[in-house]
């Protein structure tokens, strides 16, 4: 079993910033794709940004320019650092990774809990 858990959410004031980490913990022999989704109320889950076991990612045209994903693999955590926060961004935002187990062998997509993030003046 793998459990994925985020942290980092809160409030914050438009162009202001925060970083939101995620761990992955359990019967892991690799990670492979990690990415980070938000879903605002009323709205349907969106991608934000994702990054592969080599490094290479992609963002949403939206976060271009003031979001970062990272990750660090030796301990098995991904990280979103937003900056300059607009009110559009107000959403839960999850975690989402391909995860190898090794018992059984089998790759299968986890997703964590969620955080809420709230950008208010």
């Known amino acids: 079993q793998v459990q994925l858990v985020e942290s980092g959410g809160g409030l914050v004031q438009p162009g202001g910033s925060l970083r939101l980490s995620c761990t992955a913990s359990?019967?892991?022999?690799?990670?492979?794709?990690m990415g980070w989704y938000r879903q605002a109320p009323g709205k349907e889950r969106e991608l934000v940004a994702a990054i592969t076991s080599s490094g290479s990612t992609n963002y949403a045209d939206s976060v271009k320019g003031r979001f970062t994903i990272s990750r660090d693999n030796a301990k098995n955590t991904g990280y979103l650092q937003m900056n300059s926060l607009k009110p559009e961004d107000t959403a839960v935002y999850y975690c989402?990774?391909?995860?190898?187990?090794?018992?059984?062998?089998?790759?299968?997509?986890?997703w964590g809990q969620g955080t809420q993030v709230t950008v208010s003046s």
């Open positions: 359990g019967s892991i022999f690799s990670i492979n794709a």
């Open positions: 989402n990774a391909e995860v190898t187990t090794p018992r059984p062998w089998l790759t299968s997509d986890y």
